[in-house]
T-cell receptor, first 114, second 110 residues
Framework: NAGVMQNPRHLVRRRGQEARLRCSPM?????VYWYRQLPEEGLKFMVY????????ESGMPKERFSAEFPKEGPSILRIQQVVRGDSAAYFC????????????FGPGTRLTVL | RKEVEQDPGPFNVPEGATVAFNCTYS??????FFWYRQDCRKEPKLLMS???SGNEDGRFTAQLNRASQYISLLIRDSKLSDSATYLC???????????FGKGTRLSVIA
């Protein structure tokens, strides 16, 4: 049973470009969470999605960031017009249900903005 | 006040030592508590959940004190492979997100 998959593992973008990060949850999981870890910082929640629905986006920056989890295919975190401060590790986690169910993390995407 | 506070360390201990990490959380409505382990440049991995009654998994013991809003992790007989950052994590009820501390770094030295 494959775990949570994220791609790309490393992504380099120049300021002003777009970054697309993909997350495929564990088989059978329909809940996806995105977290960001800035250098030397703890993980911070960004957004929680179920298939085709955003449940909680309280941690998402108001501009340039968006997320989706379509009926088919992976969840995508999209960052438009990236800035140097967006450089971070972006982790996706999935769970089979919401609530207290254990969240399993993917290997992360390391975004570097030049 | 941060939601979850941990001593960042680093804790440098010899093999075989016992080491304890502490964590405090500010939201009294928190319902679930965990310790995760994160190796350098890797994803967090669940080490253990923490219950009010305390729980043990091999060399690892976790305790929760709801009244003091305090969580602890004890590692006995430290191994070199225990070197990592240990993340204290809390969660509210329902579909609320995980809230992470910044982590405590442990280095076990031969």
């Amino acid at each position: 049973n494959a775990g949570v998959m994220q791609n790309p593992r490393h992504l380099v973008r120049r300021r002003g470009q777009e970054a697309r990060l993909r997350c495929s949850p564990m088989k059978g999981h329909s809940h996806v969470y995105w977290y960001r870890q800035l250098p030397e910082e703890g993980l911070k929640f960004m957004v929680y999605l179920q298939k085709e629905n955003i449940i909680d986006e309280s941690g998402m920056p108001k501009e340039r960031f968006s997320a989706e989890f379509p009926k088919e295919g992976p969840s995508i975190l999209r960052i438009q017009q990236v800035v140097r401060g967006d450089s971070a590790a972006y982790f996706c986690a999935s769970s089979s249900t919401g609530g207290a169910d254990t969240q399993y993390f993917g290997p992360g995407t390391r975004l570097t903005v030049l | 006040r941060k939601e979850v506070e941990q001593d960042p360390g680093p804790f440098n201990v010899p093999e075989g030592a016992t080491v304890a990490f502490n964590c405090t959380y500010s939201n009294s409505a928190s319902q679930s508590f965990f310790w995760y382990r994160q190796d350098c440049r890797k994803e967090p991995k669940l080490l253990m959940s923490v219950y009010s009654s305390g729980n043990e998994d091999g060399r690892f013991t976790a305790q929760l004190n709801r009244a003091s809003q305090y969580i602890s992790l004890l590692i006995r007989d430290s191994k070199l492979s225990d070197s990592a950052t240990y993340l204290c994590v809390v969660k509210g009820s329902g579909n609320t997100p995980l809230v992470f501390g910044k982590g405590t770094r442990l280095s076990v030295i031969a």
